[in-house]
């Protein structure tokens, strides 16, 4: 386990031009300040490692909180990706091609704040001929507990809808924004999501008119900031022969094998590179995911990306 963490760790940190010199310390870093929701506790290699494979997968920075987890019951991770690291994403997709938001009618809030019933976002591809569009409501999302909504609600109601749209336009799966992993730990650990009431959200009907907001805001365009990309060329490859599969074999016991965050990683790449979960379990001589060795984890992202 140790061996693959810090095989997977100065893999990435040489990716991201922070040299592979250090990767104890860098670990140690990922250890104190890449989880949340710990209560002192230290997180383990399978956690780390799993963060690690969705912050390769994505391009994505660990160690500059573009990227973080939080533990969920079962000793895997919920992967959060800040606002930082969407835009990274959404903007280095090769076919994005622009951006835009529309606002719905203003509304006053009881603490006097003015917010929009609903922000629209509107991603262009390059390969499309038309836009996805997302329109989040505020009263569908808004956290009431959450300090940035009481202070910014407007931002982060447009971080919503633009996380959102960029999910859908893009099919990015299997990371989550930090309201959406705070849900799901809540819910894990039998708590009930908080609905903002009709008190604090003044039941949507403003008790004075409020001020019409100025033209230039109710709508804005973002251009796109990717070049245009050279179409790909079709390479010939040569035919080979599909490596025999091993045969079926018990795990051995004792032996670390593949946590629910890496299971839900490899899942994710599976689906992205149509890999059927039964070729991969044949090859590696197991009756499923669960029994993968964890030492094994950077050949299995391996074949499930280039079927060697």
Known sequence: MASALSSLTSK?????????????ELINILKATAFKGQNNTVPTDAQLMALLIVADQY?????????YAYPDKNNGIVPVVGVDGWSRIINNHAHFDGVEFNYGPAIALKNGKGVHEWIECVIHRKDRSRPTIVREFFAEVVRDTYGPWQSHPNRMHRHKSYIQCGRIAFGYTGIYDQDEAERIIEKDMGDADVLPSSSQLGDFMPKAKPAALPADVQHEKVPGTIPEQPAAQPVERKAEAPAAPQEASAPEEGVPTLQPGMIRVAR????????AEADVVAHFGVTALEEIPVSKVNELLKFIEKGE
């Open 12 to 24: 990435l940190s040489q990716r991201l031009g922070m040299g592979s010199d250090n990767g104890e």
């Open 268 to 275: 994710t790449k599976m689906e992205q590179h149509g890999r």
């Open 59 to 67: 391009g994505l920075n660990p160690w500059t909180k573009e990227i």
